[in-house]
């Protein structure tokens, strides 16, 4: 059996059991259960020792990644079915809807980014967005690329972007 683990930032909320058949379970950790201020993360999955299954988790994993045309070019651009919520979201969940990352905890320690006019290798502003709005469009949250573990839900193309001044 094979298991990915659910963070709140770096906290170990709980763990998604693959079986070897494929199907889905999921159990909170019992210090996160424990802890001042946890919450259930889904009203259909409450704080407890339940174990729940595949008909509230699956559901539950897809509403965490974008739908339609965009989870389409996610998936490929990752090599996945779009059907294979937890695989998709251990490629790129390192940030999703309710603070939540899987796999591994999201460490905003480790963060960096890369200015647009140095990824792109150009100091037009029009020119860096331009490009990076192509790029998002065929390749949701830049998938694939080293580090960027971004999923947003919904059917709109989305972009995390950051405006810094010269000091970072």
Known sequence: MRAVYVY?????????????????????????QAAPGAFPLSLSMPL?????????????LANLLPEGEQLEKLSRSLGRSPTEA???LTDIGGDTAGALSFAEPNAPAAWRH????EY???EDPAEVLEQHFEDVEKRPFLAGEGGVRL?????QTKTALAVLDAEG
Do not use: C, H
């Not at 999923?151 to 059917?155: I, K």
């Open 86 to 88: 937890l695989g998709l």
């Open 114 to 117: 890369t200015p647009l006019t």
């Open 120 to 122: 792109y290798e150009t």
């Open 48 to 60: 407890g020792p339940a174990e729940y299954l595949a008909n509230l988790i699956t559901p539950w």
């Open 8 to 32: 709140f930032a770096s906290f170990r909320v709980g763990r998604i059991r693959v079986s070897r058949q494929g199907d889905l379970s999921f159990s909170y950790d019992a210090a996160w």
């Open 151 to 155: 999923s947003l839900a919904g059917g």
